[in-house]
């Protein structure tokens, strides 16, 4: 039996589905990956800092999906916008969406409109369209709110030099405005303890490999409770990261032009202003309650810097045409149905960060495409399957072309890829790998060419 499937959004969360669905040995499935983006990829291209080259490897295993016969890639297409769920119902037996999640969780306290969430900041670094070509980066001290991987790579970013990033594939258009970048201290900001943040040791360590970087902790910041404890022992990687924080906290400063200071059991409380201008960012201590929790100690910092960004978790945005959950910032699903009140919406699916949230590692992202992708199949089996209309798989290629949508392709992304490298290797003072191209109508045009 052969299935047409359509797979909404070409991150890791789609491919991985896409690759689930076409290996699948009891039906003949073919696959129409689309895309937003004129390239694929989504966050492994456009949500990881450009000095790690050793995540970016994960493309070398996606790009081996999208080599494979029974998977299309078609980018440069919104749907809800070119083209609407209900009229893929009509050339698909089943749709999958993974759009994920890029945009930011809002910073609710007082004065908190004007901090800057960490996916604009990383959407302009790694040369994502949709985002500012430019960045005031005037501020001598930052303020970096969260303690996961995104807090990690913006403060790293912040604190490097421009000339250390020349090497990576980051545009012209970054470099221009990172060799300005006036930041000489960045503070982090986490309301609980060592055995609650949520870094990775890997990532952690690397957060001082630059000569021009100190990393310092507070003696004081080491505490733990006895639950914390036990999280350590029942966690290689939390303890992990706990030794790398206590090897941070019993160094001296030096003289590292640029210092990364993380503090934990301060809670933001306000972002300091005058008129317009950030002047601060106003913290509470915290404490232990030797129940596993933390409570306020009426003890207030005011720390002097002018720009906080803050780093507390993505959101995913709705798909017209699809339910979805305001308050969750997620589709409505039982696990991989996506869910209309009650019942099954027709043959919808749902995988990724916006089943689930925007937690989880690339092992996460792939249970939960076997998890959704063995709903489906099941519903095959079942016959409960949408019927298309079209029997053709070109004639949803024929109805792009007449609404005048210039869709990208497989083999397009192989010319923009070619075009990136050109652009890297041609570069004079460093040359690299690749250097991105930022402009939306130039990344199809290179993929048409």
């Given at each position: 039996m052969?299935?047409?499937?359509?797979?909404?959004?070409?991150?890791?969360?789609?491919?991985?589905?896409?690759?689930?669905?076409?290996?699948?040995?009891?039906?003949?499935?073919?696959?129409?990956?689309?895309e937003?983006?004129?390239?694929?990829?989504?966050?492994?291209?456009?949500?990881?800092a450009?000095?790690?080259?050793r995540?970016?490897?994960?493309?070398?295993?996606?790009?081996?999906?999208?080599?494979?016969?029974?998977?299309?890639?078609?980018?440069?297409?919104?749907?809800?916008?070119?083209?609407?769920?209900?009229?893929?119902?009509?050339?698909y037996?089943?749709?999958?969406?993974?759009?994920?999640?890029?945009?930011?969780?809002?910073?609710?306290?007082?004065?908190?409109?004007?901090?800057?969430?960490?996916g604009?900041?990383?959407?302009?670094?790694?040369?994502?369209?949709?985002?500012?070509?430019?960045?005031?980066?005037?501020?001598?001290?930052?303020?970096?709110?969260?303690?996961?991987?995104?807090?990690?790579?913006?403060?790293?970013?912040?604190?490097?030099?421009?000339?250390?990033?020349?090497?990576?594939?980051?545009?012209?258009?970054?470099?221009?405005?990172?060799?300005?970048?006036?930041?000489?201290?960045?503070?982090?900001?986490?309301r609980r303890?060592?055995a609650?943040?949520?870094?990775?040791?890997?990532?952690?360590?690397?957060?001082?490999?630059s000569?021009?970087?100190?990393v310092?902790?507070?003696?004081?910041?080491i505490?733990?409770?006895?639950?914390?404890?036990?999280?350590?022992?029942?966690?290689?990687?939390?303890?992990?990261?706990?030794?790398?924080l206590?090897?941070?906290?019993?160094?001296?400063p030096?003289?590292?032009?640029?210092?990364?200071?993380?503090?934990?059991?301060?809670?933001?409380?306000?972002?300091l202003?005058?008129?317009?201008?950030?002047?601060?960012?106003?913290?509470?201590?915290?404490?232990?309650?030797?129940?596993?929790?933390?409570?306020?100690?009426?003890?207030?910092?005011?720390?002097?810097?002018?720009q906080v960004?803050?780093?507390?978790?993505?959101?995913?945005?709705?798909?017209?045409?699809?339910?979805?959950?305001?308050?969750?910032?997620?589709?409505?699903?039982?696990?991989?149905?996506?869910?209309?009140?009650?019942?099954?919406?027709d043959?919808?699916?749902?995988?990724?960060?916006?089943?689930?949230?925007?937690?989880?590692?690339?092992?996460?992202?792939?249970?939960?495409?076997?998890?959704?992708?063995?709903?489906l199949?099941?519903?095959?089996?079942?016959?409960?399957?949408?019927?298309p209309?079209?029997s053709?798989?070109?004639a949803?290629?024929?109805?792009?072309?007449?609404?005048?949508?210039?869709?990208?392709?497989?083999?397009?992304?192989?010319?923009?890829d070619?075009?990136?490298?050109?652009?890297?290797?041609s570069?004079?003072?460093?040359?690299?790998?690749?250097?991105?191209?930022v402009?939306?109508?130039?990344?199809?045009?290179?993929?048409?060419a």
């Amino acid at each position: 039996m052969s299935l047409r499937v359509a797979v909404i959004g070409a991150g890791p969360a789609g491919i991985y589905a896409s690759d689930l669905l076409i290996r699948n040995e009891d039906y003949d499935v073919h696959v129409d990956l689309f895309e937003q983006m004129p390239a694929p990829f989504g966050l492994i291209r456009y949500g990881v800092a450009p000095d790690h080259p050793r995540i970016k490897g994960i493309v070398n295993s996606l790009h081996r999906v999208l080599d494979k016969p029974e998977l299309r890639l078609l980018g440069n297409i919104e749907v809800g916008k070119d083209i609407t769920i209900d009229e893929l119902r009509q050339y698909y037996d089943a749709i999958v969406i993974s759009t994920g999640a890029v945009r930011d969780r809002e910073l609710l306290l007082p004065g908190g409109d004007a901090s800057i969430g960490a996916g604009e900041f990383v959407g302009f670094y790694d040369g994502n369209p949709r985002f500012d070509r430019s960045w005031n980066l005037e501020a001598r001290e930052v303020a970096v709110i969260g303690v996961g991987n995104v807090a990690l790579d913006i403060s790293r970013v912040l604190a490097k030099t421009g000339d250390e990033l020349l090497v990576t594939e980051i545009p012209d258009n970054v470099y221009e405005s990172l060799k300005n970048n006036k930041a000489e201290v960045v503070h982090m900001f986490g309301r609980r303890g060592p055995a609650q943040a949520k870094f990775t040791p890997k990532e952690l360590r690397e957060l001082d490999e630059s000569d021009t970087i100190q990393v310092l902790v507070d003696p004081e910041d080491i505490d733990y409770d006895a639950q914390s404890e036990e999280v350590r022992r029942a966690d290689k990687s939390v303890d992990l990261v706990c030794q790398v924080l206590e090897q941070y906290a019993i160094r001296e400063p030096d003289d590292a032009p640029h210092k990364i200071h993380i503090h934990f059991f301060e809670e933001p409380v306000e972002v300091l202003r005058d008129g317009d201008a950030i002047v601060g960012l106003r913290t509470e201590r915290q404490e232990l309650d030797g129940e596993g929790g933390i409570r306020g100690t009426g003890q207030f910092t005011d720390w002097p810097v002018q720009q906080v960004y803050h780093a507390i978790g993505y959101r995913s945005e709705p798909v017209e045409g699809v339910p979805f959950d305001l308050e969750r910032n997620v589709i409505p699903n039982d696990g991989g149905h996506v869910m209309e009140g009650s019942t099954f919406a027709d043959s919808l699916y749902v995988t990724g960060w916006i089943k689930r949230g925007p937690v989880g590692l690339i092992g996460n992202t792939k249970s939960d495409a076997k998890e959704t992708t063995d709903m489906l199949f099941a519903d095959a089996a079942a016959g409960t399957l949408n019927t298309p209309t079209h029997s053709d798989p070109d004639a949803i290629l024929d109805l792009l072309t007449e609404r005048g949508i210039e869709y990208t392709t497989w083999e397009g992304w192989y010319e923009l890829d070619k075009a990136e490298r050109t652009l890297g290797e041609s570069c004079s003072i460093h040359p690299r790998e690749r250097k991105k191209i930022v402009e939306w109508e130039e990344m199809v045009r290179h993929a048409h060419a």
